[in-house]
């Protein structure tokens, strides 16, 4: 019974180290590549998987088996094409020794998906997978700190947040406790990997250099972005006087619904300023407006008309505030008797004025792109019968 211990390198590490062609055939040929690839890369497991495959043919030998101890590798630049060079030295094999079966021994996840090829063509009786067991004595361990301690960034990431924890925890245990030391300097810790872990100190880093470079090309925004963060922190602290001001009850809809009907209008206007300067900044730096910059503003409205809207709507149901008079109006001829909205008509007061708003601005924002597109047209020069002339052409 003849057996192929075939020993597969879809990368081709053997014959880019050693300058050999495969397949290389036979227990003195393999014995000798063996040490030209360890010659080359000592730390390759290429080693290792050539010395396993000279061990199972020697094994089957040993039990009356004719074994015949094979190289196959991919040589190409194109994992389709590494494939079909190993297929195409397999049936060299198969047809030079006929073998019966086949052991195949592989030491990555990339050289195993090349075991259905050549159970296309030979039964294959075993795979033998060879795993390199890493050295863990006195010296690596040695080598692996000096390698860590050489980088900088490590050091800095690892080292500094784990000297800290252990000078504050002795100082947190003699003026609280342990239990409350562990507490805090475990939190600390989970806040430090969390600001690593999602980038928050490079998205700090680019913010402050956007602004540097705002400041210095004198940007608008700059200062409207401010006047947003400014209303947006009294929005924040007026909604949070009014939830205080409501009675504790059990659900949390009805606070939710306050801090939104006293907040919104201070964050709509927080988002319109932040919209506006950023408009005027296109309109300077550009001299055109594209159209998601001129409806941006009038969506900002519009979206809280609605929300407060409903707001207004749940906490008038609650008694929380109380309806909309509208008082009497007279203008010339014109008078109109003060009433009172009732609950369906204020929010649908609210609803259509902010849909309203909402398309004014997809009016406003077409229609001034269309101007600019027409201006850009006519500075086109004319051609012969008055039409723009393409330059192109």
Not at 151 to 165: F, N
């Amino acid at each position: 019974m003849t057996t192929l211990v075939l020993c597969v390198d879809r990368a081709n590490d053997v014959g880019r180290k050693t300058g050999l062609e495969t397949p290389v055939v036979g227990w003195e040929a393999v014995r000798s590549l063996v040490i030209d690839v360890g010659l080359a890369d000592p730390e390759d497991s290429s080693v290792n998987s050539l010395l396993e495959t000279l061990s199972v043919a020697r094994e089957l030998r040993e039990v009356g088996d004719d074994a015949v101890v094979a190289v196959v590798s991919g040589v190409s630049d194109s994992m389709v094409g590494a494939d079909r060079t190993v297929a195409r030295q397999l049936d060299e094999l198969i047809e030079t020794h006929d073998p019966d079966s086949a052991v195949v021994v592989i030491d990555s996840a990339e050289d195993e998906r090349l075991v259905p090829i050549v159970e296309s063509r030979l039964r294959v009786d075993s795979v033998d997978r060879v795993v390199v067991r890493q050295a863990r004595d006195i010296e690596s361990t040695y080598y692996l700190m000096k390698q860590f301690l050489a980088d900088e960034e490590l050091r800095q990431t690892v080292l500094v947040p784990i000297g800290l924890a252990l000078l504050a925890f002795p100082a947190l245990t003699l003026v609280t406790g342990i239990a409350e030391a562990m507490a805090t300097i475990t939190a600390v810790i989970g806040v430090f990997l969390l600001y690593k872990g999602i980038g928050v100190d490079d998205a700090l880093r680019g913010l402050a250099t956007q602004v540097r470079d705002s400041l210095y090309s004198g940007q608008v925004s700059v200062v409207t972005y401010v006047v947003a963060a400014g209303l947006t922190l009294v929005g924040v602290f007026a909604g949070a006087l009014g939830v205080s001001d409501l009675s504790t009850t059990g659900d949390a809809f009805l606070p939710a619904m306050t801090f939104a009907h006293a907040s919104v209008p201070w964050l709509a206007m927080a988002a319109l300023a932040a919209s506006t300067g950023r408009l005027l900044d296109e309109v300077i730096q550009n001299d055109r407006v594209r159209p998601s910059y001129l409806h941006l503003p009038f969506v900002v409205v519009g979206l809280g008309l609605v929300v407060r809207g409903f707001a207004g709507y749940f906490l008038e149901r609650a008694g929380q505030v109380p309806p909309i008079d509208v008082p009497s109006i007279e203008a010339g001829a014109v008078s109109v008797e003060g009433f009172t909205l009732s609950l369906g008509n204020r929010l649908g007061v609210f609803v259509v004025s902010g849909v309203l708003v909402t398309l004014i601005g997809v009016g406003v924002a077409t229609s001034l792109s269309g101007s600019a597109i027409e201006d850009a047209e006519a500075e086109l020069p004319e051609g012969d019968d008055g039409s723009p002339s393409n330059p192109d052409s």
